[in-house]
T-cell receptor
Framework: GAVVSQHPSWVICKSGTSVKIECRSL??????MFWYRQFPKQSLMLMAT?????????EQGVEKDKFLINHASLTLSTLTVTSAHPEDSSFYIC??????????FGPGTRLLVL | QKEVEQDPGPLSVPEGAIVSLNCTYS??????FMWYRQYSRKGPELLMY????GNKEDGRFTAQVDKSSKYISLFIRDSQPSDSATYLC??????????FGKGTRLHILP
């Protein structure tokens, strides 16, 4: 089946620093990638949708200047959390799909901001 | 009213029992219904995918959709300890945006 990877799997950073998370589709071309956030015992909440070569579309309440998304190629999307604060600590999960096919999820990145 | 409601559990059942997991939803535009399994600190894994009403079976798993009642179910037969995980229902309509339930934590007791 299709494989999506994320790097790093976990990261700890100081408040005020920026953190970049990578999402890669390993064996298919991801025309669309999605970024989700999941707080403990909560559901996955969609943050933004990005199409290769286009600007990301952010969900209501998600600050686009704080969560920078780049989808520069058909196999890579990055999420940068700028000036991270403790309330940004969460589990960030990407997913990817080729065309209108099924979304495949990455293993997630756990972010802890001290 | 939330778009998707799912009892968070935890649900504990003995090994070998039949497990029934359910979700209700409010948006009649939803057409595609999915069940994901998520192990602790991992990303969700697609288990079942159903379009519109009806049943779908895959091994020990059966998914049911009743659009008239806005109710979906996942049944797991002959449950195993390895089935212990969080099960998320999810659905989407024409806009392709997936809406997830909160997930039900399932524990299969050996």
């Amino acid at each position: 089946g299709a494989v999506v990877s994320q790097h790093p799997s976990w990261v700890i950073c100081k408040s005020g620093t920026s953190v970049k998370i990578e999402c890669r589709s390993l064996d298919f071309q991801a025309t669309t990638m999605f970024w989700y956030r999941q707080f403990p015992k909560q559901s996955l909440m969609l943050m933004a949708t990005s199409n290769e070569g286009s600007k990301a579309t952010y969900e209501q309440g998600v600050e686009k200047d704080k969560f920078l998304i780049n989808h520069a190629s058909l196999t890579l999307s990055t999420l940068t959390v700028t000036s991270a604060h403790p309330e940004d600590s969460s589990f960030y999960i990407c997913s990817a799909r080729e065309g209108q096919k099924t979304q495949y999820f990455g293993p997630g990145t756990r972010l802890l901001v001290l | 009213q939330k778009e998707v409601e799912q009892d968070p559990g935890p649900l504990s059942v003995p090994e070998g029992a039949i497990v029934s997991l359910n979700c209700t939803y409010s948006n009649s535009a939803f057409q595609y219904f999915m069940w994901y399994r998520q192990y602790s600190r991992k990303g969700p894994e697609l288990l079942m995918y159903t379009y519109s009403s009806g049943n779908k079976e895959d091994g020990r798993f059966t998914a049911q959709v009743d659009k008239s009642s806005k109710y979906i179910s996942l049944f797991i037969r002959d449950s195993q300890p390895s089935d212990s995980a969080t099960y998320l229902c999810a659905m989407t309509g024409r806009d392709d945006k997936i809406i997830f339930g909160k997930g039900t934590r399932l524990h299969i007791l050996p």
